[in-house]
């Protein structure tokens, strides 16, 4: 079975300052690998995701991921994090080639201090 | 164009009755989800549906738990007998066939 592991419940970070969040995956074939964020309120966004090809992905709002297979790794970057940048972040892993269901991992909630 | 929309954004119900929650998923998109997000939880997978095949019903926690699509079209998951344990974030998705995930903003239910 999948499964998403994101072994940070809370990070703080103060403005500014780098920010990477962790993400393992089990997965027993080629996976889709998302981040979601979700505001205070809000619903989820999609801030990127891989599906194949180049590792190193770019998404919205500065923020980047890098697949790592060898680690089973999908860890989240932003080199400047912005106050706004607080939020819950979602790992989520999928089936790839078909629409399936997503595995999420229970979040972590990313504090930036001023 | 227009995202995925759910209705109600809020419910509060009285142990024991019925609800009813709605997904209008995005134009075209042939797949829908149901998720639900306990409080300060992850999103655990409900349901899903794919053009006309049969539905993924594995995510279902009981029997008095239900879905129905029309189409590719609405959606409506249908809690009967609710529990307390049944509040939570109810969360309605939708993709083009394996492609990405595009989330509602939930309905929020509550259960006295």
């Known amino acids: 079975a999948q499964s998403v592991t994101q072994p940070d419940i809370h990070i703080t970070v103060s403005e500014g300052a780098s920010l990477e969040l962790r993400c393992n995956y089990s997965?027993?074939?080629?996976?889709?690998l998302f981040w979601y964020v979700q505001s205070p309120g809000q619903g989820l966004q999609l801030l990127l995701k891989?599906?194949?090809?180049?590792?190193l992905v770019q998404g919205i709002k500065g923020f980047e991921a890098e697949f790592k297979r060898s680690q089973s790794s999908f860890n989240l970057r932003k080199p400047s994090v912005h106050w706004s940048d607080a939020a819950e972040y979602f790992c989520a892993v999928g089936a790839a080639g078909t629409a399936s269901k997503l595995t999420f991992g229970t979040g972590t909630r990313l504090q930036v201090t001023l | 164009g227009a995202g995925v929309s759910q209705s109600p954004s809020n419910k509060v119900t009285e142990k024991g009755k019925d609800v009813e929650l709605r997904c209008d998923p995005i134009s075209g998109h042939t797949a829908l989800y149901w998720y639900r997000q306990r409080l300060g939880q992850g999103l655990e997978f409900l349901i899903y549906?794919?053009?006309?095949?049969?539905?993924?019903k594995s995510g279902l926690p009981s029997d008095r738990f239900s879905a129905e699509r029309t189409g590719e079209s609405v959606s409506t998951l249908t809690i009967q007998r609710t529990q307390q344990e049944d509040s939570a974030v109810y969360l309605c998705a939708s993709s083009l066939a394996w492609d990405t995930q595009y989330f509602g903003p939930g309905t929020r239910l509550t259960v006295l």
């Open positions: 997965y027993g074939a080629t996976p889709y």
């Open positions: 891989y599906f194949s090809g180049d590792t």
């Open positions: 549906f794919q053009g006309n095949s049969a539905p993924d």
